[in-house]
């Protein structure tokens, strides 16, 4: 009996020890995971803000060209 007992407690022990493991493996996907979320919106945050100031410069050199193509038509 004192063999069973001792079996049991090391299989008790080898699964504790495998949850464990798994918990922290499982931590640490959690926290990959966000870290790459995040790293997503600071890209994509970055990007649109490039985005918008060359949308910006465009207009506005669009915005000075206009006066300088429009010619008078002699009366």
Do not use: I
């Amino acid at each position: 009996m004192a063999k069973n007992s001792k079996e049991a407690q090391e299989r008790a022990e080898a699964a504790f020890t495998k949850k464990e493991h798994q918990a922290r493996e499982g931590a640490k996907a959690v926290a990959e995971y966000e870290a790459e979320g995040r790293a997503v919106r600071a890209k994509t945050e970055r990007l649109r803000a490039l985005r918008l100031a060359k949308e910006a410069a465009d207009r506005k050199a669009e915005a000075e060209k206009e006066p300088a193509r429009k010619k008078r038509s002699p009366s």
